[in-house]
């Protein structure tokens, strides 16, 4: 739905620009490409940002759900490891050899 009411303003946008100032052809061009690019950046971070999270909250759910996973080529699982919600880091627990050893769930698979 944001989407949508973007489009619809950038459509204003290029209508302002059209009818009501004194661009050449050659500037309005340029502002719409400049525009165009801007736009359709911003949807492509919000995409990769959103695959990123979901990546990483299947992560944490695997986590919740005992399985071992993959973190830079190192086995996390609930036994050696806790999970700090907040930043959603893995913390190696006492009496074990990932002691005090910190992951992030970004970097699993």
Known sequence: MAYLAGL???????????????LTKHQKTLVTAI????????????????????????TVMKYNQHKTITCSDIEINDKNYTLSVG???????????????????????
């Open 35 to 58: 525009v165009l690019g801007i736009v359709l950046s911003a949807i492509a971070y919000n995409a990769y940002s959103t695959s990123q999270r979901e990546k990483m909250l299947n």
């Open 8 to 22: 619809v303003v950038v459509g204003f946008f290029f209508l302002a620009l059209n009818y009501f100032t004194e």
């Open 87 to 109: 930043t959603y880091t893995f913390i190696g627990k006492e009496d074990t050899p990932n002691y005090g050893q910190m992951v992030s769930a970004s970097t699993c698979k």
